[in-house]
């Protein structure tokens, strides 16, 4: 999971530089294509299992995790690979709090802290200066945050009625439908694929898709979820060494200091907000 942990940080750095050549929404359109493709061909005994309720529970899973993919892909046009994995790592603060909003409950003091250290995590690193000049990118990365965590959220109601592997092919195939029409539409179509789209595609379909969302699903039974989503909220530390030694991407004193605080909010909600 540390591995899944490191593909998924280091490929910010990959999809951004891929953007150069390519429409963010006709990226994650292609890229979820051919990781459904992908899971089909590995797993299509699981795929038998799909029924119509897997269907339609996947498509409402596959929204929010459309939400999610495409906001954060739109985003990193405008904000760093560094930026936009620290920011992405809110969703695990977010989870609580709209657990608590679904509850009608007050947020606990745990909750109140963590969303006050990432608030203030988000500022340094949107505000290296100090202006009030916001980034844009670092907004539709934030809009993702909020995608991801509604998708944790519904996951965890009502994923577990369904064969794990099904109903994640069906969330990746809505992803990749929907992407591609919305590309289609609205973004000019390359004449060709560049070497350096192309290579993304199949990087981020093969390694950071199909193959992560494998090994999730078949390591979760040798471990428990506080476990994993401990190991996960490396993730953004991956973007920013990426980022760091590949794209000379530097976040500056507050920046870093931001990138911080957001880690130790996600860390303290991940152990004390999940079972």
């Not at 936009?84 to 009608?104: D, E, Q």
């Not at 929907?178 to 590309?183: H, N, Q, R």
Request: proline share 4%.
């Amino acid at each position: 999971m540390v591995l899944v942990a490191c593909i998924w940080g280091v490929t910010f750095v990959v999809v951004k530089n891929a953007l150069a050549d390519i429409g963010p929404f006709l990226f994650v359109g292609l890229r979820f294509l051919l990781a459904s493709l992908l899971l089909a061909a590995l797993s299509y005994k699981d795929i038998l299992k799909i029924r119509f309720s897997t269907l339609t529970t996947g498509s409402l899973l596959g929204l929010f995790l459309c939400i999610g993919y495409s906001f954060q892909t739109l985003g990193l046009k405008y904000t760093s690979s560094s930026n936009a994995g620290f920011i992405t790592g809110v969703s695990v603060v977010l989870v609580p709090v709209i657990y608590a909003l679904i509850n009608k409950k007050k947020p606990g003091l745990i909750t109140s802290l963590t969303v006050i250290m990432a608030a203030v995590g988000l500022f340094f690193i949107s505000f290296p200066s100090g202006s009030f000049s916001l980034n844009y990118g670092d907004m539709l990365v934030l809009i993702c945050a909020f995608g991801f965590a509604m998708h944790i959220i519904t996951v965890d109601l009502y994923s577990h009625k369904h064969n794990a592997v099904a109903i994640t092919t069906v969330q990746i195939l809505f992803v990749g439908l929907v992407c591609s029409i919305i590309g289609l539409i609205v973004e000019p179509i390359p004449p060709f694929l560049s070497s350096n789209a192309l290579s993304a595609i199949i990087i981020t379909a093969v390694f950071a898709t199909a193959l992560a969302f494998l090994v999730q699903n078949y390591m979760q039974r040798f471990s428990t979820p506080t476990r994993f989503a401990v190991v996960l909220t490396t993730e953004p530390v991956f973007a920013a060494l990426a980022g760091y030694w590949w794209a000379g991407e530097h976040l500056g004193p507050l920046g870093l200091i931001g990138a911080g605080l957001i880690l130790v909010a996600m860390l303290i909600s991940t152990v004390f907000n999940r079972s």
